[in-house]
């Protein structure tokens, strides 16, 4: 089956900083790749996501990017805010299921 | 649009006991999926339902648990009897597509004393 790794566990920028959170895969018939963050006490909401026939995505302050040949793709949030503050989870899917795989989590920490 | 809600959010029980949680998925997303997540692990995945008809439960892990979805719109997850081990909070999550992103409810944390 599918094989996520997601680094670091956990991360402390300041205020304005940039953060950037990677995950690796190793099924390489894998297609889909979301991100989803959750707050304190709240839900994972899924934030930006990313398909096998395109390298990168941006929203705003938040881009993914991904590398089919490494099989790893990464989160890159910029001019970060208090708010980002959240656990971040990279999934995948595809690769002939549609059950995700999701990774162990990235504690982010924005200090103002 | 209202979300995915669940029910209860939390629920503390002892070994032995019954436990049964509910999922309202958004109205019209065929997909209903469950996960659990125990402290600081990744999601796991439990079982998928598209409507009534359970698509996959190779995530279910032993044969205490029981998924239905009757009727295809709300899902029931029942846990019996409970074990220490099963305590960890609870996701149900629906989607239109099945090859897309989720969305998730608040969860239901479960502990098991």
């Known amino acids: 089956g599918e094989n996520v790794e997601q680094h670091p566990s956990t991360l402390s920028v300041q205020e304005g900083d940039s953060a950037v959170i990677k995950c690796t895969y190793s099924d390489s018939a894998s297609n889909y790749f979301p991100w989803y963050k959750q707050e304190l006490g709240k839900r994972p909401q899924l934030i930006i996501d990313i398909r096998s026939n395109v390298g990168e995505k941006k929203d705003q302050r938040i881009a993914v990017t991904l590398n089919k040949t490494a099989k790893h793709f990464s989160l890159h949030i910029t001019e970060t805010q208090p708010e980002d503050s959240a656990v971040y989870f990279c999934a995948v899917k595809g690769g002939g299921s549609y059950i995700p795989t999701f990774g162990r989590g990235t504690s982010l920490i924005v200090h103002p | 649009e209202a979300g995915v809600t669940q029910f209860p959010s939390h629920s503390v029980i002892e070994k032995g006991q019954t436990v049964t949680l509910r999922c309202d998925p958004i109205s019209g997303h065929d997909n209903l999926y469950w996960y659990r997540r125990v402290m600081g692990k990744e999601i796991k995945f439990l079982l998928h339902?598209?409507?009534?008809?359970?698509?996959?439960e190779s995530g279910m892990p032993n044969n205490r648990f029981l998924a239905e979805r009757t009727g295809g719109t709300y899902s029931t997850l029942k846990v019996q009897p409970a074990e220490l081990e099963d305590s960890g909070v609870y996701f149900c999550a629906s989607s239109p597509h099945e090859s897309g992103g989720e969305f998730f409810g608040p969860g239901t944390r479960l502990t098991v004393l």
């Open positions: 339902f598209v409507k009534e008809s359970k698509q996959d």
